[in-house]
């Protein structure tokens, strides 16, 4: 870990909602407009930003945990702004919390958790039979 990032950094991702992010299951659509699903996946990848910006070329990062609170809903068409902050950094661990929005209303808020691993010991993880 290169230990360039401090407590109170931000990142911010912007989404677009489009007809692949509503809520569906199987093959029947339940709602027109952005699932809670497709939400998690553009705040995991505004929290990874922070991993990418720390690790070393022989680490990568991984989720630990995911909170989201969906509160509100995203129609197609609308931009949800992310914003993550970085609350704690544990040893390779890096916890934000986050904030998505259309204009002035929040859609979601929650934590998430970024681990920081050597590659190695990743793939033996995720591999455990070789």
Known sequence: MKNRLKIGDIRHFKKEVTEADFARFEDRLVHPVCSTFALAQAVEWTSRLFSLDEKDDDEEGIGTFLRIEHLNPAH???????????????????????????????????????????????????????
């Open 76 to 130: 197609l068409g609308e931009f949800i702004l992310i914003e993550a902050e970085l609350m704690q950094i544990n040893r390779h661990e890096l916890i934000c919390r986050f904030q998505a929005k259309v204009g002035e209303r929040t859609i979601a808020k929650g934590e998430t958790g970024q681990k920081i691993l050597k590659k190695e010991k990743l793939a033996k993880l995720l591999n455990p039979k070789r």
